[in-house]
Structures are given as C-alpha cells and as structure tokens.
C-alpha cells in the first residue's frame, strides 16, 4: 500500500511539473509577443504635430508644427529617415541614420543629411533622447546636461 502511494504521489508530482512547465512556456511566448510588439511599435510613418517647451521637468508651453512647417519620421526595424518641409527652401532638411529604443530612452545615431545636418553630424551623431510611446503617438524629448526636460517633438502615427 505504501508503494502505491509513492507510486501515486510521483505521478502527481511529474503532472504537476509538466503543467508548470506548459504555463512556464505560456507566459514565456506571451513576454516574446509583448517584447516583439514594443520593440516594432515604431515601425511605420509619423507625422510632427507639435512641442512641449518644460521648465523645470513641467510642460510650461506647447504649440503646433502645422504653422511653421512639416516634418515626416518613417521608421523601419532599424533605420530611421526624417525629412522636414520648410515653405523657404524644399530640400532641406532631412537625416539619415540607425535608431534603437529601449527603456524609454531613443537612440537617433545619423549617417548622412542635408548640407546643414551634414555639418550637424559633423559635430555630433548620435541623439538621445527620453521617449514615451503609446500605439499612435510618441514623444522625443529633449534631456539637458543635468537630466532636466527641454523640450519634446510629438508625433502621431500615419501609417
């Protein structure tokens, strides 16, 4: 009879492990599928709206882009390519690099651009950024040399 319930108390036991195995793997597939989705949710086309001008970490000033200007940020796994419209000369500016984001910071590193952000890129080729993304909007923001808020660009997705 004792062997009977050895015997019966493994069995549950392997059961009980295979089961916790199967949610391991559950819950492990569903972190992959979350991680994917965040890592590509800026996949695709944006569109500058507008700023956010801070003091002091705080949002002090805000105002559209549509009045000044237009600025496209297209996307893809890894490279990132800005272009802006100004009314005044059509073909500046506009950057092209590698990005990554992780840990709500955005990595923008630059390789070529128009005649000014060419001698921009000169001098400095990697932007970094604080970044707050949600599934159709984001914001780039500006962090001073003591980690206080500059500014931010906010774009909305529009494709």
Known sequence: MKAYILIFG?????????KDAEASATITDETEVEEATVKNGLKGA????????YKDNVVVDSFSNSAISRQVKMYTDTKVMWCKLLKTDSIEFFGYGSYTYEDGILTETLEFGSAFMNDVIEEQQEFT???????NRFEQIEIDEDGNRVYSENYVRIE
């Not at 493994?10 to 295979?18: Q, Y």
């Not at 950024?129 to 599934?135: A, G, N, S």
């Open 129 to 135: 950024f604080q970044f707050e993304l949600e599934p």
């Open 10 to 18: 493994l069995a549950l036991l392997t059961l009980s492990s295979c």
């Open 46 to 53: 944006w569109e500058l709206k507008g700023f956010y001008n």
